[in-house]
């Protein structure tokens, strides 16, 4: 991606612009693009879990861009991201979500070889979320649980350590 995606949208109501926290995230890690990435998260004092048989947790930005974005970014990926449920009250400064995503992996330059490895994960998201002093909502934690996959394991690398 030759630029970087707008961080912050116009017109969003308290709802939409705290799942465009997730959104943000996501889109970032298809694209490979640190400066959306980092606007989803709430700073270096965040937290990332992946729940999947194990429990792996990744403290810190630093660590999850080395370990999600940084990993997950070159490669030819697509994150869809449904069935979204919003906890929020109107004036709060906190809010959670869950939502159901499908993840589709591939080696950069082969997700359209038919016959090129592919790893896919299904699973759901538990995220808290702050709103920062610019009024703008970003991660504190997010949990995946993984529910299904599919494919080549391998193809996503050692896991995070503890």
Request: no cysteine; charged share 20%.
């Given at each position: 991606?030759?630029?970087s995606s707008p961080q912050i949208l116009p017109s969003l109501s308290q709802r939409e612009a705290i799942v465009d926290a997730?959104?943000?995230a996501a889109?970032?890690?298809d694209h490979h693009d640190t400066t959306l990435f980092d606007s989803a998260w709430a700073g270096e004092d965040v937290s990332m879990e992946i729940?999947?048989?194990n429990k792996k947790v990744i403290p810190g930005l630093s660590l999850i861009r080395t370990h999600v974005l940084h990993k997950v970014g070159p490669m030819d990926?697509?994150?869809n991201i449904s069935m979204v449920r919003v906890n929020y009250q109107d004036g709060a400064d906190t809010?959670?979500?869950t939502a159901t995503s499908m993840a589709q992996h591939a080696s950069s330059g082969t997700?359209?070889?038919p016959n090129g490895t592919k790893y896919t994960v299904g699973g759901e998201y538990s995220v808290d979320l702050i709103k920062d002093e610019a009024g703008?909502?970003?991660i504190k934690k997010l949990v995946l649980n993984v529910i299904w996959t599919s494919g080549d394991a391998s193809l996503m690398g050692p896991p995070p350590q503890k």
């Open positions: 991606m030759s630029q997730l959104y943000r889109i970032a890690s729940h999947d048989g990926t697509t994150h809010a959670s979500l997700g359209k070889d703008v909502w970003k």
